[in-house]
């Protein structure tokens, strides 16, 4: 069976360094940070009191009020994302879209957060006077519930679900998507993630288990992945959406192409709970699955969006990773860690380092990896790589590989490169 080839159509993005796709990506370019204060809550008395928040989101400017009820803010972003990506593509202005043909696959490590919170809250105050919870409660909460709203605003009638991998989630979400489409069990695909999870549950459970930065006094260099003196990630929330689409399907409407995705590897750790494998093994398969999937070798590659989440043991773990996978081309790459900027995103993290993957192929810059100071080198860490540090870098993108690793020891690559006849 001859594989059908996929194509990105489509882009939308709500992020803590923008509420649509240009300004995201100048952003990232400009190596801002969505760091600051936390707004959601007051965290005065939690370790962490800092996050990457969506700014300036208000969710009654986008969506009418009774359907606002039914919404997550997690899934606010899904769905205003999707519009803008919907919309990106022009999938709408075709008279002849097969709408049983078109799936939608939204992601969320989490899901509905806020609204469990207020639930289980509202209970403990109430207990006395029996249960009473909002008729909405459940399918605010649920983490494919996103998705759902997707197909209903538009009448979508093909595969419709979430995927739950924790951070690793958006990725497995566009492998899902890209596997039905060149099965030829699709047309198009709306897919991605998105997460909601700056709240006291979601900061009081990571400040926990030591995963979060605690540099309250400087949030906006908090984030500051391969270098020596990072202490955790910077939570950060938002929903990146991509139009994936069959590339005759895409050419017979005259659809814009951003990037061909070309490859999609999953792999296991199956080492511990919440930490990445000390040599990166999971790490290493999911890339060469990858690689092999989309029949490149690791010189074929330009640059890597790496997890990177500015974690002690993680950011050593992937880099020995990538270091034994790819051996002497590791040092011809660009390699960055947008969550420098973005902050950790959760269940959306690898759809928006997808997203930035594939501006990098389109646009042939690779955002930086900002907060990287002189002297703040870890033994531990090869920096004869180049992790594009502090400024963006212009060099032609063939390829670009991105990685998402998850709690469980979930570990997904994408590979997307430039579309060519």
Same mark, same amino acid.
């Given at each position: ?194 997460? #909601?999870? !700056? %709240?006291?549950?979601? +900061? @009081? &459970?990571?400040? *926990?288990?030591? $995963? ?6 400087? /949030? ?34 005259? #659809?814009? !192409? %951003?990037?061909?995705? +070309? @490859? &999609?590897?999953? *792999?296991?750790? $199956? ?6 494998? /000390? ?143």
């Amino acid at each position: 069976m001859e594989l059908k080839r996929v194509v990105v159509t489509g882009l939308g993005a709500i992020t803590p360094l923008g509420n649509d796709v240009p300004t995201t990506w100048e952003a990232a370019l400009a190596g801002k940070s969505g760091a600051g204060p936390i707004t959601h809550f007051d965290a005065s008395k939690f370790k962490t009191q800092f996050a990457c928040e969506v700014k300036g989101f208000n969710g009654q400017e986008h969506i009418d009020r009774k359907k606002l009820r039914q919404l997550d803010l997690y899934a606010q972003y899904a769905l205003v994302a999707a519009r803008q990506a919907v919309a990106d593509s022009g999938l709408e202005e075709d008279p002849n879209l097969d709408r049983n043909r078109v799936g939608v696959i939204v992601a969320a490590g989490i899901g509905g957060l806020h609204t469990f919170e207020e639930e289980a809250g509202y209970y403990a105050i109430h207990e006395e006077a029996g249960p009473k919870y909002n008729p909405f409660f459940i399918p605010k909460m649920i983490a494919d519930i996103a998705s759902g709203h997707v197909s209903m605003e538009y009448g979508y009638h093909g595969p419709n679900y979430g995927v739950v991998s924790a951070c690793a989630s958006s990725n497995n979400a566009i492998i899902d998507a890209f596997n039905y489409i060149r099965l030829g069990k699709a047309d198009v695909f709306v897919t991605g993630g998105a997460e #909601a999870a !700056i %709240y006291p549950a979601g +900061v @009081g &459970g990571f400040n *926990s288990m030591h $995963a979060l930065s605690t540099r309250n006094d400087s /949030p906006e260099t908090a984030s500051r992945p391969f270098s020596k003196s990072r202490d955790g990630f910077v939570m950060g929330e938002g929903s990146a959406i991509l139009i994936l689409e069959e590339l005759e399907h895409a050419k017979a409407r005259g #659809a814009k !192409i %951003y990037a061909e995705v +070309v @490859g &999609g590897g999953m *792999s296991a750790d $199956a080492y511990h709970l919440t930490a990445t494998h /000390p040599e990166g093994l999971g790490a290493i398969l999911s890339m060469k699955m990858a690689l092999e999937d989309a029949g490149m070798k690791p010189e074929d590659i330009d640059y890597i969006n790496v997890h990177g989440t500015s974690t002690p043991v993680g950011d050593v773990s992937e880099i020995k990773a990538i270091v034994n996978l790819f051996g002497e081309s590791a040092y011809k790459l660009n390699i960055s860690s947008t969550k420098s900027m973005t902050g950790h995103l959760l269940g959306a993290t690898g759809a928006l380092e997808a997203l930035f993957s594939i501006k990098a192929v389109e646009n042939d810059i690779v955002p930086p990896t900002i907060n990287h100071e002189e002297g703040d080198d870890d033994e531990e860490i090869d920096y004869n790589l180049n992790f594009t540090f502090n400024k963006a870098q212009k060099r032609t993108v063939r390829a670009a590989l991105s990685n998402a690793f998850g709690f469980g020891g979930h570990n997904a690559t994408v590979i997307v490169k430039k579309y060519e006849e």
